[in-house]
């Protein structure tokens, strides 16, 4: 069985990528990576912080998430990172994502926080979601 988390990013990977509104808004990669790429400046969006909790009942497997999507851009952008941020929480508020292993039955946007990385004077716009799985037997 797959996990219930990588399931969901899975799927949230999926919807990004597929949407050109949000591919425009990034310079043509819709994309969310694990790890800043290599090499390449901002504007991009990296899965944060992540957790899972057991919300089984006695009849059915299911679990809570709490995720978040960090929206990283140069200093002067921050319009850009809110912008990619806000398009994000448009596709996966409420949305009927299609995930292995695994049932979604919400997902919603619980917070858009904005604010500037000390050291490296970035614009981070981290986005936080929390979603509701059950598992498919």
């Not at 809110?82 to 994502?97: F, I, N, T, W, Y």
């Amino acid at each position: 069985m797959t996990s219930p988390l990588l399931a969901l990013r899975a799927a949230i990977l999926a919807a990004c990528a597929g949407d050109p509104a949000l591919g425009g808004l990034m310079g043509g990669a819709g994309r969310i990576h694990d790890e800043p790429p290599r090499g390449e400046d901002p504007l991009y969006a990296l899965f944060g912080p992540a957790e899972l909790r057991d919300l089984s009942t006695s009849s059915d497997r299911g679990h809570e998430q709490d995720l978040s999507i960090v929206v990283w851009a140069v200093p002067g952008s921050g319009a850009s990172a809110l912008a990619v941020a806000a398009r994000m929480a448009d596709l996966l508020e409420d949305s009927d994502l299609g995930l292995s292993g695994h049932r979604l039955v919400n997902l919603g946007v619980r917070a858009l926080e904005v604010d500037r990385d000390r050291d490296s004077n970035l614009v981070r716009v981290t986005l936080r979601l929390r979603a509701v799985t059950e598992v498919v037997a």
